[in-house]
């Protein structure tokens, strides 16, 4: 048997927990990181205990003066949680005894719980975490509007299963991967509504006897409002999970242009170029450079969904209220944080440093008979069905590949043999400068509709959006 049980739930016992079970039971290697937060809700909580005349104002001054120091010692690491000790609500509750006594500090433990406390906790860390995120993601799009701004009017080819498709912007293509990012910051500040309050005077599930006033708790805190329901507060974690998957997603979204950073960077593409200080090297080959930053963005991606998917099954079948499977909440969520704000710097650096072989981009635009479809419309629009304009197109392309020779090059008599309605006048629209400027409709590739998104995104940019 281990030590007699001085933890925060020793009475009723007659001896301390086995060893095993403390083992397994412990969590401050990875809940200390919450004291700040836990301290803060301490502070706020002796407020309400003061209103309700459980602590004089003496008292209160004797707590606050000792919850300022002790944030001082953790912050500077001169006070962390003792080895015996379960989590961190046990190793700041000693921290305060050790500063005011036993006869105040022993009081402020009163009409709270610790499943009240450690549900107010995660949501002051993710909301904190959240602005983080933001800041980055501002710091993403930012690198791409900077990209597109720098590369405005310079066409490539447009892909669809990974085949040449259709001409595009290159500013098209690059602000495609940032409206992902805005709408992952929409997330965030639609999540932020829910999160937004202080579950702090649920108690264990059922609320307190006290009458200590959650909503003081709660302003103290900088929360905007208090949860409706205590079992629901204290056995929830969807405001985790729904944070989970928007850190997944973000992840995810990277990952996709991971993908093509790590193509267009190899010997057959040399779409770009990775600068030095964001690319490494090899310990063998000398002349390697490899794209280790969107490698790692992409690992990390299938980490983060794990994260996520790991959380959801603990959630999966738990009864209400509070069981301890919640403790498993917060390793993965920490994690994801921590791995993403590790990302995204990394990855804004790359995106920002690439250089862009232009030349090799604009000369591959119109490759691979990517103006077919401009052929086919051109017929519409000299009153061929489409279904006839695009069998008309499909044998022009055929003629063009046996002869090994591009959309252009048929002669007005090949093109007539193919069809009556391939008049020379067709050429007029292979063209990929007139392919871009009239997909001109709005989220179109023409360059004015790319001018019109920039300029919505840098109105994101400067939070007027
Ligand atoms: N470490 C616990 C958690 O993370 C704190 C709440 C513990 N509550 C309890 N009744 N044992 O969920």
């Known amino acids: 048997m281990a030590q007699s049980n001085d933890s925060?739930?020793?009475?009723?016992?007659?001896?301390?927990?086995n060893d095993a079970l403390a083992a397994l039971s412990r969590s401050t290697h990875f809940d200390f990181r919450l004291a700040p937060y836990d301290l803060k809700g301490t502070s706020a909580h002796i407020k309400a205990l003061h209103q309700a005349g459980y602590l004089s104002t003496d008292e209160l001054a004797k707590l606050e003066s000792a919850i300022g120091q002790l944030l001082e010692k953790v912050l500077n690491g001169s006070f962390g949680p003792?080895?015996?000790?379960?989590?961190?609500?046990?190793a700041l509750e000693r921290g305060l005894i050790e500063i005011a006594g036993a006869e105040v500090a022993g009081k402020i433990r009163a009409g709270r719980s610790r499943?009240?406390?450690?549900?107010?906790?995660?949501?002051?860390?993710?909301?904190?975490?959240?602005?983080?995120?933001?800041?980055?993601?501002?710091?993403?799009?930012?690198?791409?509007?900077?990209?597109?701004?720098?590369?405005?009017?310079?066409?490539?080819?447009?892909?669809?299963?990974?085949?040449h498709a259709q001409p595009?912007?290159?500013?098209?293509?690059?602000?495609?991967?940032?409206?992902?990012?805005?709408?992952?910051?929409?997330?965030?500040?639609?999540?932020?509504?829910?999160?937004?309050?202080?579950?702090?005077?649920?108690?264990?599930?059922?609320?307190?006897?006290?009458?200590?006033?959650?909503?003081?708790?709660?302003?103290?805190?900088?929360?905007?409002g208090v949860t409706q329901n205590s079992m629901d507060a204290t056995a929830s974690r969807d405001v985790v999970a729904e944070f989970s998957f928007i850190t997944a997603m973000i992840a995810v979204d990277l990952s996709r242009f991971a993908e093509e950073i790590i193509a267009w960077s190899t010997f057959e593409f040399m779409?770009?170029?990775?600068?030095?200080?964001?690319?490494?090297?090899?310990?063998?080959?000398?002349?390697?450079?490899?794209?280790?930053?969107a490698e790692l963005a992409r690992g990390k991606a299938g980490r983060l969904i794990g994260n996520h998917t790991g959380l959801l099954a603990t959630l999966k079948g738990l009864p209400l209220s509070y069981n301890r499977d919640l403790q498993e909440d917060k390793e993965p969520v920490f994690d994801?944080?921590?791995?993403?704000?590790?990302?995204?710097?990394?990855?804004?650096?790359?995106?920002?440093?690439?250089?862009?072989?232009?030349?090799?981009?604009?000369?591959?635009?119109?490759?691979?008979?990517?103006?077919?479809?401009?052929?086919?419309?051109?017929l519409v629009k000299q009153g061929v069905p489409f279904r006839d304009a695009h069998e008309i197109t499909g044998q022009l392309v055929q003629f063009c590949e046996q002869n090994n020779i591009q959309l252009e090059d048929p002669t007005d008599s090949q093109l007539l043999a193919i069809s009556k309605h391939l008049t020379p006048e067709v050429r007029s629209v292979i063209d990929v400068q007139r392919a871009i400027s009239s997909r001109n409709g709005a989220g179109g590739t023409s360059l004015a509709q790319v001018d019109t998104q920039l300029e919505a995104l840098n109105k994101v940019l400067a939070g007027e959006k």
């Open 115 to 163: 499943n009240d406390q450690i549900a107010t906790l995660i949501r002051s860390f993710l909301l904190d975490a959240s602005v983080e995120i933001e800041k980055q993601l501002h710091g993403y799009i930012a690198a791409l509007v900077s990209q597109a701004t720098k590369h405005r009017g310079v066409v490539m080819p447009g892909r669809t299963h990974f085949q």
């Open 82 to 90: 003792q080895p015996d000790e379960e989590d961190v609500h046990a």
């Open 271 to 293: 779409y770009v170029k990775l600068d030095d200080a964001f690319s490494t090297g090899s310990s063998i080959m000398p002349q390697k450079k490899n794209p280790d930053i």
């Open 168 to 224: 595009v912007l290159l500013s098209h293509h690059l602000l495609a991967h940032a409206w992902p990012m805005v709408r992952n910051l929409e997330r965030l500040a639609d999540w932020r509504k829910r999160a937004n309050l202080s579950p702090y005077g649920s108690g264990a599930l059922a609320g307190n006897t006290l009458g200590l006033d959650p909503n003081l708790v709660a302003r103290e805190l900088g929360f905007a």
């Open 8 to 17: 925060l739930w020793g009475g009723r016992f007659a001896s301390g927990p």
């Open 336 to 378: 994801s944080v921590d791995n993403l704000l590790l990302v995204l710097p990394a990855f804004s650096g790359m995106v920002s440093t690439l250089t862009f072989n232009t030349e090799l981009l604009e000369s591959l635009a119109p490759m691979g008979y990517s103006l077919a479809t401009d052929v086919a419309e051109w």
